[in-house]
């Protein structure tokens, strides 16, 4: 387990780290650590200004894995690819420098003190699974948007009325009903956010395309992994609806465990 890397899994917007129930054992039994994030903004009440918030939540995440030495794959879902996407900007210097932080006290840095220092881990890969990949200055909702169908806005909380079929149309009814009562609410100011920095020009990614999402069409998510630089042999397929962590869980660890660097099948 020590020489694979921690795999950081971000959710989306209205989910919780409760839709990794069924990856996460499948990925520790192929001996990987894995670090769940949890946003702050599904189900705050009021909203907060921005998504800011969720951005420091994937950046504590990872500061909190690399400052272990362990190097780490983002995996992140929906929504939580823009935040992620975000909380790279902080590291940019450190990616350009190969992982290396600039040294305190410049030219000081020689062997012996060096031996004290822990080393620092790196960001290696990018995974992304049913995520809008926005170019900078684009987000996800605009302000002025109509509430689309399916969805309750109450002043800035928004709602998921349809989730059975929105989210969950690949799992059976009585699961479909256990995940919609699982959904929380979702403030809009952080939906409608800018993307402010292209972390996919940046490192190595891929996507999990989702043939049979309703939420982001399959159409969309092939033409933003494309408009973001990602190599069609770095785009996986999987017929699933918008969460295949649930639906199909082996197949999202086979694509990870891909992302992570083995040689095996995409899926």
């Known amino acids: 387990m020590d020489n694979k890397p921690t795999i950081v899994l971000v959710h989306g917007s209205w989910h919780s780290p409760s839709v990794w129930t069924f990856v996460t054992p499948l990925l520790e039994k192929a001996g990987y650590s894995v670090y769940p994030i949890l946003l702050k903004s599904p189900g705050m009440d009021p909203s907060p200004p921005d998504f800011h918030c969720d951005v420091e939540s994937v950046k504590t995440g990872i500061e909190a894995v690399l400052d272990t030495g362990k190097d780490l794959v983002l995996v992140m879902h929906s929504f939580g690819g823009v935040v992620g996407i975000e909380a790279l900007k902080d590291f940019h210097e450190e990616m350009v420098n190969g992982g290396i932080l600039a040294p305190t006290v410049p030219g000081k840095m020689d062997e012996e003190p060096a031996r004290f220092i822990s080393r620092r881990g790196k960001i ?55 995940w919609q009562r699982k959904l929380k609410t979702q403030p809009r100011p952080p939906l409608c956010s800018k993307l402010s920095y292209p972390a996919y020009r940046h490192y190595p990614c891929s996507y999990l395309l989702c043939s049979l999402d309703s939420a982001v069409s399959p159409t969309v998510q092939w033409l933003t992994a494309r408009n973001a630089g990602i190599p069609e042999d770095r785009i996986a397929s999987v017929d699933a609806g918008h969460n295949p962590m649930i639906s199909q869980p082996g197949a999202v ?11 095996m099948s995409v899926l």
């Not at 689309?148 to 349809?162: A, K, M, S, T, Y």
């Not at 989210?167 to 009814?173: A, G, K, S």
């Open 124 to 178: 290696l890969h990018l995974a992304f699974m049913g995520t809008i990949l926005l170019p900078p200055g684009k987000a996800m909702w605009r302000v002025e948007r109509a509430t689309p169908p399916g969805f309750q806005l109450d002043g800035e909380i928004i709602r998921v009325l349809d989730g059975q079929k929105r989210f969950y149309n690949d799992i059976p009814t009585a699961a479909q009903d256990h």
């Open 253 to 263: 660890v086979r694509f990870i465990r891909k992302a992570a660097g083995e040689v």
